[in-house]
């Protein structure tokens, strides 16, 4: 049975491999994931970067694209898991996307909430959410300007989130004591799927885990009762590789790198990086980074590019930028050294969330259209936040599909296009993931070899 991931951002494949990620839905895209052996389809809405109103209306067109293709090819809806792959620190529309594919793709009897990412430290007990043993809401990632959140009970969590629709009273709760006896001992097992084949009316259930165990023991019961049970699921990565049972990918970390391409002389070209997200951690990391004499950083300056969009016609403003810009970087690249492409690190100010999510959308697509220019002289890239890759990938490099190669860090993807235009690999590099020296470590691997 496929497995069908609803991704709100190009990060969410980061614990499985082999499989097609979608930035198009039309007909014949669908019809090349669909025949490849993978059990994984990845479709890459985006759907952070929008406001509810834009995500709901890119839910429902993805929808309507799947069933329009299911109905031509004699394809039930019902055969098909779908999850809906969100944020491990819990920003997104972590309620409103599933109950979009619940109108569309239901009926379901009941969305299961899995934000547990284990590669991340990012764990569930009791209902309360952790980062690295932290309730998430006295994380930074709690204070976001536009998903903030004000509590680590995910009950209560999804209460806010749904505003109020969802009451605490009707979530229920699947918790660690009750995995742990599942994965032990088979009346344990047996009483999870009684507890699993006893769910009605799309209720909305939480679930701990705080070790791979406890989502596979879920997973394997998930898929007992699949004949009889409809289930949606709202995740993060950990629960994606558990559903999926890939084994063991046999491309180690020296493959992976390998994959940079490479001169005419048959020498691997150089890198670039990119940093675009704005969480604490990124800019820690950004710092780290740029203490290494490879690198050169140069700085996008966000308030000059707020100016020049806030003019009337500034494509010639923004052409001019642009120019500066490309010729630093191949300054940077003649002297041997690999360029960091970073946005000035200010939190700007915005009158309303949506001019927010705007100005974020077009900063992040004036760093894809400008790495796109020179992909030609390219290796590689590594692209640190989410809005960031989507739109380096889509719009940059005009991709419609890529294939995941698997992961040269934890949590840290290398993808590559089969479009004979690049053979270029690009790391989708979270935002939220790894510790400070982490974009440091994952550059030395990618010059490795070089």
Known sequence: MKI???????????????????????????????????????????????????????????????????????????????????????RGHGVLEPAILAEELGPFHATFHIPAFLEGGRTTENGIHY??????????????????????????????????????????????????????????????LSFLSKLE????????????????????????????????FRTAASFINSLAELPPNPKCTADLV????????????????????????????????????????????VSKLADIFALEDFQDEILELEEILLSRIDNILDIKKVPVLYTSREEMKFSSHSKRMNFGLELAEFMAILVGKISNKLGYIISKGGITTQLLLKKGLNFNHLDLKGQILPGLSIVKSNSNQYD??????PGNLGNEKTLLESFRLMESNS
Not at 266 to 281: A, D
Not at 424 to 429: D, L, S
């Open 4 to 90: 069908i991931i609803f991704d709100d951002d190009p990060t969410g494949s980061q614990t499985v491999y082999g499989c097609p990620l979608l930035l198009n839905w039309d007909e014949q895209t669908l019809e090349e994931a669909f025949i490849k052996s993978s059990p994984l389809i990845f479709i890459l809405a985006n759907t952070r970067s929008l406001s509810s109103v834009l995500a709901v209306n890119k839910t429902r067109e993805i929808c309507s694209s799947i069933k329009k293709f299911f109905l031509r090819q004699g394809y039930s809806k019902d055969d098909y898991f779908y999850i809906s792959r969100g944020d491990s620190t819990l």
């Open 424 to 429: 270029m690999p690009v790391v989708t590099f």
């Open 131 to 192: 980062l690295n043993e932290i309730p998430i809401h006295m994380t930074d990632f709690a204070h976001d300007n536009v998903f903030g959140f004000s509590t680590s009970d995910l009950a209560k969590w999804i209460e806010e989130k749904s505003f109020g629709k969802i009451q605490v009273g009707n979530i229920l709760h699947i918790k660690i004591k009750q995995l742990d006896i599942a994965f032990n001992n088979e009346d344990g097992f047996k009483s999870l």
């Open 258 to 301: 390998s994959l940079k391409s490479k001169n005419n002389q048959f020498e691997y070209k150089p890198g670039l990086i990119m940093v675009g997200s704005h969480v604490k951690l990124a800019t820690d990391q950004l710092e780290v980074l740029l203490k290494d004499d490879s690198c050169e950083g140069l700085e996008i300056p």
């Open 201 to 232: 009316n799309n209720i909305s259930v939480v679930v701990d885990a705080k070790s791979p165990h406890h989502l596979e023991t879920l997973a394997r019961a998930i898929k007992v009762v699949a004949k009889q049970k409809r289930f949606l």
